[in-house]
């Protein structure tokens, strides 16, 4: 199985800030990375798949980049929405796996 | 608008079985492939299943293969999960996907999820 591990697992940020998130893939996935937004009590939300095209309707701040086993996901300038679990998923093949989860927090 | 419905959740003793269901609509859904991820409390997101958008091939999750039969009916647009012998580790929001596109993908759509609590 491909194991996918986040970093960090907790970040702390203000609004306005630029932050970025890490994922790395213990093998070589391509480009075949997703990522997605959850809040406490709600549904997971697709913001971007294919390392860095983003979902429709999903702002312009997102941006994701990366290939082969390191990515990342970048906000450009945190607005209160934001605040949120962020999660990484590979689908090199049907057996997807996701990674641990990174929650951003308000500073 | 795209729309998955799960039901089927339920209070349920170890070893015992639920059938999960997940109703399609807004999309042609014999044109996709379907999955379940589901959610314990407090942690993050697992895949658990996968079937292709004709059901001829299935796909599960090490954790839940043999005890977990994905599948669906075309002419109902609905996609079943059933669990058997289930454990406590296996309480989770189980979460009904759409696959964006065919050949293991990202999921675009997702449905609110429905409950599965194992305890005795």
């Known amino acids: 199985d491909i194991q996918m591990t986040q970093s960090p697992s907790i970040l702390s940020a203000s609004v306005g800030d630029r932050v970025t998130i890490t994922c790395r893939a213990s093998?070589?996935?391509?480009?075949?990375l997703a990522w997605y937004q959850q809040k406490p009590g709600k549904v997971p939300k697709f913001l971007i798949y294919?390392?860095?095209s983003l979902q429709g309707g999903v702002p312009s701040r997102f941006s994701g980049s990366g290939s082969g086993t390191e990515f990342t996901l970048t906000i450009s300038s945190l607005q209160p929405d934001d605040f949120a679990t962020y999660y990484c998923?590979?689908?090199?093949?049907?057996?997807?796996?996701f990674g641990q989860g990174t929650k951003l927090e308000i500073k | 608008e795209v729309q998955l419905l799960e039901s089927g959740g339920d209070l349920v003793h170890p070893g015992g079985s639920l059938r999960l269901s997940c109703a399609a609509s807004?999309?042609?859904?014999?044109?996709?492939?379907m999955s379940w991820v589901r959610q314990a409390p407090g942690k993050g997101l697992e895949w658990v299943s996968t079937?292709?958008?004709?059901?001829?091939?299935?796909f599960y999750a090490d954790s839940v293969k043999g005890r977990f039969t994905i599948s669906r009916d075309n002419s109902k647009n609905t996609v079943y999960l059933q669990l058997n012998s289930l454990r406590a580790e296996d309480t989770a929001v189980y979460y009904c996907?759409?696959?964006?596109?065919?050949?293991?993908?990202?999921?675009?759509?997702w449905g609110q999820g429905t409950l599965v609590a194992v305890s005795s």
């Open positions: 079937i292709i958008n004709s059901g001829g091939r299935t």
């Open positions: 996907a759409r696959s964006a596109r065919p050949f293991g993908d990202s999921f675009d759509y």
């Open positions: 998923q590979q689908y090199e093949s049907y057996f997807c796996t």
């Open positions: 807004g999309f042609t859904f014999k044109n996709y492939d």
């Open positions: 294919d390392v860095s």
């Open positions: 093998q070589n996935i391509s480009t075949w």
